[in-house]
Nanobody, 122 residues
Framework: VQLQASGGGLVQAGGSLRLSCVASGRTSSIYLMGWFRQTPGKDRKFVAAIGGSGGTTYYADPVKGRFTISRDSAKNTVFLQMNSLKPEDTAVYYC????????????????WGQGTQVTVSS
């Protein structure tokens, strides 16, 4: 499975961005898709995840109410709509996928896309 992320950029605080991640290859093996983010010198942290056909979603506390994860199963694509962005949301965002449902467990994600930079200016 290959994952291709896109949609990052520079935005002012309070603005919005939408990240996309397209999966290709043996996508039938994927159950859960998620997003993580990482800042320099820090561990990669869970942001959001979506299971199955999109009926189950999970969010980290810092993004609840501002970010929305969704999935277009027909297109093997997952989206992360990020609203009310804050400077502390600045990070490299990675999409990931796994066969299970351990949404916060970074080591359970078998597949990773390249990162996309999100920068929020104050």
């Amino acid at each position: 499975v290959q994952l291709q992320a896109s949609g990052g950029g520079l935005v002012q605080a309070g603005g919005s961005l939408r990240l996309s991640c397209v999966a290709s290859g043996r996508t039938s093996s994927i159950y859960l898709m998620g997003w993580f983010r990482q800042t320099p010198g820090k561990d990669r942290k869970f942001v959001a995840a979506i299971g199955g056909s999109g009926g189950t979603t999970y969010y980290a506390d810092p993004v609840k109410g501002r970010f929305t994860i969704s999935r277009d199963s027909a297109k093997n694509t997952v989206f992360l709509q990020m609203n009310s962005l804050k400077p502390e949301d600045t990070a490299v965002y990675y999409c990931a996928a796994q066969r299970g449902s351990w949404y916060e467990e970074i080591h359970e994600y078998h597949y990773w896309g390249q990162g996309t930079q999100v920068t929020v200016s104050s």
